[in-house]
């Protein structure tokens, strides 16, 4: 009936795991609880729940992944404490404890933080950035941030139902295959990265259809923002990527499910195609994360250093040079696997060409720089401590792609500490800058500057402290995943690292506390001008924020940096304008589609981790029942009639005015 | 004025060269859908690929099983093929007739798609219970592993389109001929003639290739 | 265990590449940061003396040097990686002096099988070897990926179950040097750690005199016996009784090592990693 | 604003979309690639079973004959054009075909190589 699961599935014997669970869930209880008593819960389903409006699913998607970046954030804690305890002993976290934390910690920071961050981002803004109404699929929309969640959901799940994988974040084989994992760890690893990749699969079509076939009028594609850009490219890059691992992971289900053969030891199975085809997606899915970074830090410096993005055609080709190398160089992820020479030192080369693009863009930021007038809010500091952290990261990165160094720190420490330089300094300060950036957007105030600055300088700090003691004690010869070592000459910089974690910790406190302090004092944080850090691109033309429709009208774009345009403009003209003829706005109406379809999706996943058929069964009808169901109904747009956008559109000219009069008279 | 227009347009782009042309603004819905499904598409025969990569890797790694020449049949896979190509011909024929608004054609142009689909099953079906039986089924050698999964994962996309044929025949039932309609029924044609072109490679990369003794 | 102490001619090699790519890019990235830094500071909104210039945003000359910077390293660490590839490609030869040494090495779950076939004896989590002769390793798997590695002595390769690499390596001066697996096996995975006894090229015959006199005999039996999980504490070493037996493992004739018991239907497996505690 | 400057462009075509035809001509253009398919599907399989041309070239000619095929149903199914009308389309299926060439000829050849240096189990039962 129940197919695997009893009551053995639930860790009694493990305190650690039980007690987190047994925390989060009464919190989670304790909220609905609050939500229900308080009535909020028909606003929730109605505004956020059943949304299809692309800036509700963005801020959701953001939610989802800073949720989870706790989660992760744990276990990297519990890891570096492991580390730090464990020489010549056992620590306090026993193996088979560790090596879920390891694989989890991997999976929930790559999948379930840094993804949806950098989705939530590109959803909430490139649209508003483009000048148009939503994206081009607005209910696949909410789809894709389900399913994502789903998976997120599961992950957690197997903290206290079963076991999570005990492989490593890529669970190769032959470990993760059914005779060396009988549990069902690898299952709900890899059930989990099925339904959420099929997640962002959909976010991934949503934003490429969006930047090729929504742009407003006159936004030709040499004048997008350089954001825009890089979402492009980084969604061209899921497109491509996601269905091999999609493929990857099925053909790993198949071999534990029904006995295939793809990577066994026995009847011919490769398990080096493994390592092949999921580094052919995991190398692209690296670029996946930190071009929407680039794009985000392009925005900001140009806008903080008052200037225009130096050297536009040169990013652009940047960008999308770097998409298209990123699919030529999985291979340097398995030199020391014994391919010939040959093969090493073309992928050796092909990787570093790569740096050739992203080393132009960051000189294409220095020179964005020179000659501004640069203002340090949080945005910039995450940006100038990115340039600095990322171009070691870039040091060191291009140093493990010369095959012979490689063959000294390939999976050491040193390893550990460059991708972690890479990210961190990367995508994670890239996320943090867009946040700090566009909240204000988002929600009408801006975030507290005192905490944000500090929340930067702890994470900057932290982050050294942390990762650089890893170079250190990756050059001393350590490599990943020791649950405990007898090296005398490693133990210092492990303990150095763990207190690197503690002021890394505390920057997140403080990450916290800036959102705290800055919700509570809303009020003298409010926007009223919709353009806080006079920006450049046409998001910050509406209003903060932005009402359901994003413009009243579709913006017509004259040139690069459409809205410092239209600003300079206004100016030359002395205010003069027209008034507008209103006309009546279609939206697309909300819908219960994507959050029904992913409570079959977890049921299903759940019931296929277990061996439960029967609910898999049910949970797939469902599924197809919910699509036929959306297809069926005969409304799929509302109408807002043109008196409304009118009386909202004009409030926002006034306020605006204001604005452009007093930058007018400075 | 030309004068001033021009002027205003190298102030606005200082990095173009030339003349703009202006991009018209955003697409209509039908070609927003279309190309967004288009998208799909390309990213499904990525996933394809890695099967087909993977099939190319382990085809010769029988463990002393059956070689693909001592399994295939050509005569099944001609008439197979013979079935995809025609259902094309005729979901052609179905999408037409959609966009003439004529309901006899389309559903008559339907049906036979459904019909030929299955009768494609059937036949995929037939092979596969008849290798089971005797005794090479998937897990007999990693060669026969990728030949399952390959070629049902496009007898699995087959089964799905075949599901998704019904629905846009009910759809269309119920409720006639109605724009979100006439754009799924785009996409249907679009997936329809994708497994076709899939199944091209798979006919000749693994049947015809894999025959050779 | 310290990368940049190598104790032969790969390790060496290695480490010199690592040392010298780090400073050639070291010529940029250092002046680089200085810059972002230097013009971060001067062009701060409130220094007056710093000049706006909000129309610098093209410049043909600077592009051409931003773009020939990187470009150029990247030709130059291409060259570095290219020529590297090929001279300390694992499978590469390393002379050395006097016959070299065939190794067979097994990594079980979760210890380390060396086969000496020439001198018909094994030893386990223990690698003895003489100074200054080219070792010849042979390596495969009995169940799940590894990584062999000895830091001091360089390169690192994978062994895997039905495959075999190759890797050849020397160590120059005696002295008792580190092992281990690089590449996580599961629940025992940093019990992998083995010795390297470097001996003088004359007390290795002695060596291998005295460990062939052990009882204990390696032969297909007890070496289904020893891939059973678990780790070994001791260092015990063997008598060779097939010296084809290496190539039994490699080829699967022996069937590769089994994984942990499931010890519940519930989908939590209990391993022998239980054991370490 | 002046025509000199601001060209407008006209939105692409969708995928799988036809310029106005009559039905007619539309019916035909399914005619002609059906045909054109099962003329080239019968020669494949002819060439797969016949010992008229040089054996070792047979894998050529299905593979060239293959690509052919999926021309044929790209433009008369597909109606995927090289007009300017069309070019976000082509633009897509080329960086599709693009990664399907990386992924297949990637994969194939690290895999040979790989293959090569670690003689897997029957190769070495075969020097043995």
């Not at chain 3, 290695?14 to 070291?26: Q, R």
């Amino acid at each position: 009936m129940l197919g695997k699961l009893d009551w053995s599935a639930i860790p009694f014997d493990q305190p650690i795991p039980l007690v987190a669970g047994a925390v989060v869930l009464v919190a989670i209880l304790c909220v609905l609880a609050w939500v229900v008593v308080k009535g909020h819960l028909p606003y929730l389903w109605r505004e956020w729940i059943t949304s299809v409006d692309h800036k509700r699913i963005g801020v959701m998607y953001i939610l989802l992944a800073s949720v989870m970046l706790l989660r992760g954030g744990s276990d990297a804690v519990m890891m570096r404490i492991q580390q730090a305890v464990a020489y010549q002993s056992q620590g306090y976290l026993p193996p088979e404890h560790y090596n879920q934390i390891f694989s989890a910690h991997g999976t929930i920071m790559i999948f379930f933080v840094a993804m949806p961050f950098v989705i939530g981002l590109m959803n909430l803004i490139v649209p508003l950035q483009l000048g148009v109404r939503d994206v081009a699929f607005p209910t696949l929309n909410s789809v894709g941030f389900w399913l994502t969640a789903t998976g997120a959901l599961l992950v957690n799940v197997s903290l206290v139902v079963g076991e999570f994988a005990r492989t490593g974040w890529l669970a190769f084989p032959p470990l993760s295959e059914l005779s060396y994992s009988p549990g069902v760890g690898v299952d709900y690893y890899a059930w989990s990265l099925q339904i959420s990749g099929v997640g962002t699969l959909v976010a991934g079509i949503n934003l490429v259809t969006t930047v090729l076939k929504l742009r407003t009028r006159g936004m030709n594609y040499l004048r997008m923002p350089m954001f825009c850009w890089t979402t492009l490219a980084s969604n061209l890059l899921i497109v491509a990527a996601f269905p091999i691992l999609t493929a990857t992971l099925a053909m790993l289900l198949l071999d534990r499910y029904l006995g295939f053969h793809f990577f066994t030891n026995e009847a011919g199975g490769n398990v080096m195609m493994f390592m092949n085809l999921i580094w052919a997606w995991g190398h692209p899915e690296v670029y996946i994360l930190v071009l929407p970074a680039f794009g985000i830090f392009s925005e900001v410096v140009s806008t903080f250093s008052g200037k225009a993005l130096f050297g536009y055609r040169s990013m652009v080709l940047a960008t999308m040079a770097i998409c298209v190398i990123s699919f030529m160089v999985w291979l340097h992820h398995f030199f020391t696997m014994g391919a010939g020479p040959d093969v090493n030192a073309i992928f050796g080369i092909a990787s570093m060409i790569i740096a050739v693009p992203t080393g132009v863009k960051i000189y294409n930021w220095l020179f964005t720089m020179y000659g501004g007038r640069i203002r340090f809010a949080t945005p910039m500091l995450w940006s100038v401590g990115f340039m600095v952290t990322f171009i070691i990261g870039g040091l060191t990165g291009v140093l493990v792609a010369v095959p012979p160094a490689d063959f000294m720190l390939h999976n050491s420490m040193f390893l550990v500490a460059h991708f972690h330089n890479v990210i961190i300094g990367g995508v994670l300060f890239g996320a943090f800058a867009g946040f700090e950036y566009w909240f204000p957007k988002a929600f009408g105030f801006r975030l507290d500057e005192r905490w944000g600055k500090a929340a930067f300088w702890f994470t900057f700090l932290g982050f050294y402290v942390t990762f650089m003691p890893l170079y250190i004690v990756g050059m001393l010869g350590m490599t990943r995943r020791m649950q405990h070592y007898d090296v005398a000459a490693w133990r210092p910089w492990m303990i150095i690292a763990a207190f690197g974690m503690a002021v890394l910790t505390i920057g997140v406190i403080c990450q916290i506390m800036q959102l705290v302090v800055s919700i509570r004092d809303r009020e003298a944080l409010r926007d009223r001008t919709g353009d806080p850090w006079d920006g450049r691109s046409l998001e910050w033309a509406t209003w903060s924020p932005p009402p359901v429709f994003n413009f009243a009208f579709n913006p017509d774009v004259r040139g690069e940096d459409a809205y410092w345009e239209m600003k300079a403009h206004a100016r030359q003209q002395s205010f003069a304008h027209e008034e507008r003829e209103y006309e009546d706005i279609e939206m697309p109406r909300n819908s219960p589609t994507g959050f029904v379809c992913a409570f079959f999706a977890t049921i299903m996943g759940f019931a296929l981790i277990w061996h439960i058929w029967w609910m898999v069964i049910l949970g797939g009808i469902g599924a197809f029942a919910t699509f036929v169901v959306f297809a069926w109904r005969d409304h799929d747009e509302y109408v807002i009639p043109a008196e409304e956008v009118a009386r909202i559109d004009r409030v926002n000219i006034e306020e605006r005015r204001s604005l452009v009069s007093m930058a007018g008279s400075v | 004025m030309a004068m001033t227009a021009t002027a205003d347009h190298v102030h606005a782009d200082p990095h173009h060269i030339g003349r703009v042309i202006e991009h018209p603004g955003p697409a209509p819905k039908r070609i927003v859908t279309a190309y967004g499904f288009w998208i799909f598409l390309l990213s499904d025969i990525v996933m394809f690929s890695c099967f087909f990569a993977a099939y190319a890797v382990l085809s010769g790694q029988t463990a002393g099983g059956p070689r693909g020449s001592e399994i295939f049949e050509q005569r099944n896979v001609a008439i197979e093929t013979v079935c995809l190509l025609l259902s094309s011909f005729t979901c052609g024929m179905a999408s037409i007739a959609a966009d003439v608004r004529n309901r006899f054609w389309f559903y008559l142009g339907m049906a036979v798609t459904c019909v030929l689909g299955l009768i494609f099953l059937a036949i995929e079906f037939r092979e596969f219970a008849d290798l089971v039986a005797r005794g090479y089924g998937p897990s007999r050698s990693a060669f026969l592993t990728a030949f399952f999964s390959l070629v049902g994962c496009h007898g699995l996309h087959v089964s799905a389109g075949i599901l998704w044929l019904l629905t846009m025949m009910a759809q269309v039932f119920a409720k006639g001929f109605r724009a979100d309609i006439l754009r799924r029924m785009m996409c249907f044609a679009l997936f329809w003639h994708a497994l076709d072109i899939i199944w091209v490679a798979v006919f000749s990369v693994v049947y015809l290739l894999g025959s050779a003794p | 265990m310290n990368l940049l102490d190598p104790q032969g001619p790969v390790a060496a090699a290695n480490s010199t590449i690592l040392v010298d790519s780090v400073f050639i890019m070291l010529v940029i990235v250092v002046p680089t940061i200085f810059a972002i830094l230097a013009f971060a500071f001067w062009f701060r909104a409130s220094n007056p003396k710093a000049r706006y210039q909000p129309e610098f945003v093209y410049s043909g000359r600077v592009e051409m040097v931003v773009w020939s910077i990187p470009a150029l390293t990247v030709i130059l660490l291409g060259g570095v990686a290219w020529i590297g590839s090929h001279q300390l490609d694992p499978a590469a030869p390393v002379p050395g002096t006097g016959s070299p040494v065939r190794i067979h090495a097994v990594s079980l779950d979760w210890k380390w099988l060396f086969i000496y076939p020439d001198q018909r004896i094994a030893t386990v989590n223990t690698l003895t070897v003489p100074a200054g002769a080219e070792l010849n390793f042979q390596l495969t798997s009995s169940s799940v990926m590894n990584t062999f590695f000895i830091p001091q002595l360089g390169s690192m390769i994978y062994t895997m179950n039905g495959m075999v690499t190759k890797l050849n390596l020397r160590a120059d001066n005696e002295g008792k040097l580190q092992g281990m697996s690089a590449h996580f096996s599961g629940d025992g995975f940093p019990d992998m750690m083995f010795d390297v006894n470097v001996i003088s090229p004359l007390a290795f015959p002695e060596w291998v005199a005295a460990t062939a006199k052990t009882d204990a005999v390696l032969n297909a039996d007890s070496y289904k016996r020893l891939m059973q999980q678990g780790i070994e504490k001791g260092r015990p070493v063997y008598r060779l009784d097939d010296p084809q037996l290496f190539d039994l493992i490699s080829t699967l004739h022996i069937p590769p090592g089994p994984g942990p018991e499931l010890a519940s239907e519930a989908g939590r497996s209990h391993s022998g990693g239980h054991d370490a505690r | 604003m002046s025509d000199e400057t601001h060209l407008t462009a006209h939105h692409d075509l969708a995928p799988g979309e036809e310029e106005q035809h009559s039905v007619g001509e539309r019916i035909l253009g399914y005619v002609v690639g059906l045909g054109l398919a099962l003329l080239l599907t019968a020669t494949s399989f002819f060439i797969a079973g016949t010992d008229l041309v040089w054996q070792p070239s047979i894998p050529v000619a299905l593979i060239v004959l293959a690509i052919a095929q999926m021309g044929v149903h790209l433009v008369f199914f597909l109606h995927i054009t090289t007009g300017p009308d069309n070019t976000n389309n082509v633009l897509a299926l080329a960086f599709g075909l693009l990664i399907v060439f990386l992924v297949v000829g990637g994969t194939v050849w690290i895999m040979s190589h790989l293959n090569a240096n670690m003689p897997p189990m029957d190769q070495i039962m075969r020097m043995q």
